[in-house]
C-alpha cells in the first residue's frame, strides 16, 4: 500500500489516527506493572489469544495438560514469592478445573489468582446455552476470599490491583477474576488505558500487634513450666526466618514444626522436639502457636493427643477471627509474623529466663530415644522395598542436598516421609497442606522448579501421582529439574486387598508390577526400575546431578502400608460391616 492511500484510508476512518489498545493488552499490561512474570495456563476458547499474546509480551506462560495441575501451581508460585500465582482458564470446564485448586490455596492460605474468561454474559444470565455457559462468579464467591467480574476495558487496571491485593493482604488466599470474552476485545484510547492501570502500592501492609497484647503473651509464657512452641506454614509464609529463629534461640522453648514448617528450622536443631511430638503435645502447660491453626492437624487443641494437664493457649495469627476457634486462647496476638515476632523479641531483652532445664531435657532424652529406635530401619536395604528403606535412602540425599525442594503426597509415603526425612531450610517442604489433598504433586513441582530454580524432589504415592502424572508431559516439555520418586505399592495405602464379592479388583489397588518409568521415557525424560535402597540412591542422585526430568518406579512391597497411613482413626466404622 502506497503511502498516500495509508493517509487517505485513515482520514476517512479517524479512530485509526490514535492508538488504540484492547482488553488483551490491557490484561496483560496490568499483570505486567505488578511484577508478574509467569502465568500458569491451559489455552483454549476464549484465552487462546491471551496466553500468546502474554508470551509475545515477556511473560513467561506455562501451558498444562489440565487446569487443576496450572492451579496448583499458581497456589505454591504464591506461596514461595508472597506474590500472588497467576492461572489462566478457559470457561465453565476449565474455571471448574481450575477452581478446585483456587479453593485448596484459600484453605491453604496461598495468595492466587484465577483468571478464567467467560461466555457471554447476556445469554448465561439469559441462560441460553451459550457455548460453555456457566455463571461462574457466582460459583467461584464461596470458594475465595474475594471474586471480581469485569465488564469494561477501562476497569481492568483497577480489577487487577484490586485481585492483587486482596490475594496477599491479611491472611492470604484465593481470588477469583471474571473476563468475559467480549472484553478481551474491547477497543479503548491507548493512552486513557495506559492511565487507568494501577500499580500496587505495598499490597500487604504490615499489620502491628498491641503492646498490651505482646506483654500478656510474655508474661503467660514466662510463666510456664513446660512450654512449647507450634511453627505453622504462616510462619514460613512470612518469610521472617531469621527473626523466628532468634526468638526460638532466645527463649530457649522446644518447637515443633506443621509439615510445610519443617526445615524453617533445622529438623536437627538442638531445641526441635519433631520426634518427640506426643510427649510434648501432651506434657506442655504452655502452648505458643506462631502461624499454626488449632484444626484437625492439631485436634483442635484438646482431646488425647493433648493429654490431661491444663494448658494455656497464645496464638499469633494475621486473623483475629482464628482466635477461640476450637478452644480458648489466654493470649491471643494479632498481628503480621514478621512484626510480632519482631515484638516479642523486643519485650524478652538480654534477661530472658530459659524454661526449667529439667523440661528441655525430657524433651530432647525422648527425641533421642525415638530417633535411636528408627534408625536401624532406615538402614534395611530389602528388595521389594518397605517404606522405612526406602525412605531412609531419601533422608540421606535431602541431607546432603538441603535447598533441593521436597513435594510430597499420598498416605503412607506422606506421613512416615514428613516424619523420617529431615528438612534443613525453610520452605523446602511441600505437600498435601491443609486438606491432605491428592494431586497437588506435579503442579507444585513445574511451580517449585520455576520459581526457584532449584532441583525438586517428589515423593509420591503410586495413587496420588494418578491425580496429576500426565504432567510428566509439561515437565519434559520444558525440561525441569524434576525427578519424581513413585513409590509403588500396587495401590491406595496397600495393594493387597482382596474384593470378597465378584471378580473385579479391590477399590483400593492398582495393577501389579506396573512401570510407572515408561511413562517418562514415552516424553523423553529418565525413566528408572528400583527395586533396593542402593538403587534408589544412586537413581535420585545421578537424576538431580543431570537436572534431567527423570521418573524412578521405586517397588515397594505392597504389604507394606497401613490405611489410611496415619490418620486410619477419622475413618468411621460400620457396625455391620461382614468382616
Ligand atoms: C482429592 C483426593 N481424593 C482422594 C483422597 C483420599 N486419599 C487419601 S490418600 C490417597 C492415596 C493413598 O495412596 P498412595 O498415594 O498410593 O499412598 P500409599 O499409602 O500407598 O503410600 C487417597 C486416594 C484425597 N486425600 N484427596
Ligand atoms: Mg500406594
Same mark, same amino acid.
Given at each position: ?6 493517509h ?8 485509526e ?7 488483551f493488552?490491557l ?7 505488578n ?6 495456563h491451559?489455552?483454549g476458547?476464549?484465552?487462546t ?13 506455562i ?11 499458581a497456589a505454591?508460585?504464591?506461596y ?8 489462566l482458564?478457559?470457561s465453565?470446564p476449565?474455571f ?16 492466587m ?9 447476556e445469554?448465561?444470565?439469559?441462560q ?11 460459583i467461584?464467591k ?20 484490586r ?10 488466599g484465593?481470588?477469583y ?5 467480549k ?13 487507568s492501570?494501577v ?7 504490615a499489620?502491628i500487634?498491641?503492646p ?37 534461640e ?6 515443633l ?7 524453617l ?14 510427649t510434648? $503435645?501432651k ?10 491453626r $488449632?484444626?484437625?492437624l492439631?485436634s ?34 494479632v ?15 538480654s ?21 535411636a ?17 526406602a ?10 542436598r538441603?535447598?533441593?525442594i521436597?513435594i510430597?503426597?499420598g ?7 514428613r ?11 511441600l ?5 491432605g ?8 513441582a ?9 532441583p525438586v ?39 493387597t ?21 515408561k511413562?517418562?521415557?514415552a ?11 542402593d ?10 546431578d543431570?537436572g534431567?526430568p527423570? $521418573? ?11 490405611e ?8 468411621p466404622q460400620?457396625?455391620v460391616k461382614?468382616?
Open positions: 500500500m502506497s503511502e498516500a492511500s495509508t487517505m484510508d485513515a482520514a476517512q476512518n479517524p479512530a489516527e490514535r492508538e488504540l489498545t484492547d482488553g493488552h490484561v496483560i499490561d496490568a499483570l505486567k506493572l511484577g508478574v512474570e509467569t502465568i500458569y491451559v489455552p476458547i476464549p484465552v489469544d491471551l496466553g500468546r499474546m502474554a508470551q509475545a509480551e515477556g511473560i513467561r506462560v501451558s498444562f495438560r489440565h487446569e487443576q495441575n496450572a492451579g496448583n501451581a505454591i508460585a504464591g514461595l514469592t508472597q506474590k500472588p500465582g497467576i492461572c482458564t478457559v465453565a476449565g471448574l478445573n481450575g477452581l478446585t485448586a483456587l479453593a485448596n490455596a484459600t484453605t491453604n492460605c496461598f495468595p489468582i484465577l483468571i478464567s474468561g467467560s461466555s457471554e454474559r445469554i448465561v444470565d439469559l441460553q446455552g451459550d457455548y460453555e455457559e456457566m455463571d461462574q462468579l457466582a467461584a464461596p470458594l475465595c476470599k474475594a471474586a471480581f467480574r469485569v465488564l469494561h476495558a477501562a476497569d481492568i487496571g483497577i480489577a487487577v490491583a485481585a492483587i491485593r486482596a490475594a496477599v493482604s491479611g491472611r492470604p484465593g481470588v477474576l471474571d473476563l468475559p470474552a472484553l478481551l476485545s474491547q477497543v479503548m484510547d491507548a493512552e486513557k488505558g495506559a492511565q492501570l500499580k500496587v502500592i505495598d499490597p500487604a501492609p499489620q500487634p498491641a498490651s497484647a505482646i506483654k500478656r503473651a510474655l508474661d503467660v509464657l514466662a510463666s510456664a513450666k513446660r512450654p512449647l512452641v507450634i511453627l505453622g506454614k504462616g510462619a514460613a509464609y512470612a518469610q521472617v526466618d531469621e527473626t523466628i529463629r532468634q526468638f526460638i532466645t527463649s530457649g522453648v522446644p518447637f514444626q506443621m509439615s510445610m514448617a519443617k526445615g528450622l533445622p529438623d536437627t536443631h538442638a531445641q526441635s522436639a519433631g520426634a518427640a511430638r506426643s510434648v $503435645l506434657d506442655a502447660d504452655v502452648v505458643m502457636l506462631i502461624g499454626a $488449632l484444626n484437625w492439631l483442635h487443641g484438646k482431646g488425647k493427643t493433648w493429654g490431661d494437664a491444663p494448658k494455656k493457649f497464645i496464638q499469633i495469627d494475621i486473623e483475629p477471627k482464628e482466635m477461640d476457634s476450637n478452644i480458648e486462647i489466654v493470649a491471643p496476638v498481628g503480621d509474623i514478621g512484626s510480632c515476632v519482631s515484638a516479642l523479641l523486643a519485650g524478652m531483652g534477661n530472658w529466663a530459659k524454661p526449667p532445664a529439667d523440661w528441655m531435657a525430657t524433651v530432647v532424652a525422648k527425641r533421642d530415644e525415638n530417633i529406635k528408627m534408625a536401624p530401619r532406615l538402614r534395611n536395604n530389602n528388595s521389594p522395598m518397605d517404606f522405612h528403606g525412605l531412609g535412602a531419601l533422608r540421606t540425599v535431602v541431607k546432603e538441603p535447598d533441593m521436597l510430597n503426597e498416605a503412607n509415603t506422606l506421613d512416615l516421609a516424619g523420617i526425612i529431615d528438612m534443613y531450610q525453610p520452605r523446602k517442604r505437600d498435601v497442606g491443609t486438606w489433598v491428592m494431586g497437588i504433586g506435579m503442579g507444585y513445574v511451580a517449585a522448579a520455576i520459581e526457584t530454580g532449584k524432589l517428589a515423593v509420591e504415592g503410586d495413587s496420588a501421582f494418578g491425580f496429576s502424572g500426565m504432567e510428566v508431559e509439561t515437565i519434559c516439555r520444558y525440561n525441569l529439574p524434576v525427578c519424581i520418586v513413585i513409590f509403588n505399592n500396587s495401590g491406595i495405602y496397600r495393594g486387598d482382596i474384593n470378597s464379592n465378584g471378580s473385579d479388583p479391590a477399590t483400593t489397588v492398582f495393577v501389579r508390577d506396573s512401570r510407572y518409568d511413562m517418562m521415557e516424553f523423553g525424560g529418565v525413566g528408572v526400575n528400583a527395586t533396593s535402597p538403587e534408589l540412591l544412586r537413581a535420585v542422585n545421578a537424576a538431580i543431570s534431567k527423570t $521418573l524412578i518406579n521405586a517397588v515397594i512391597d505392597p504389604a507394606a502400608g497401613t489410611s497411613g496415619r490418620i486410619g482413626n477419622l475413618n460400620s457396625v461382614k468382616k
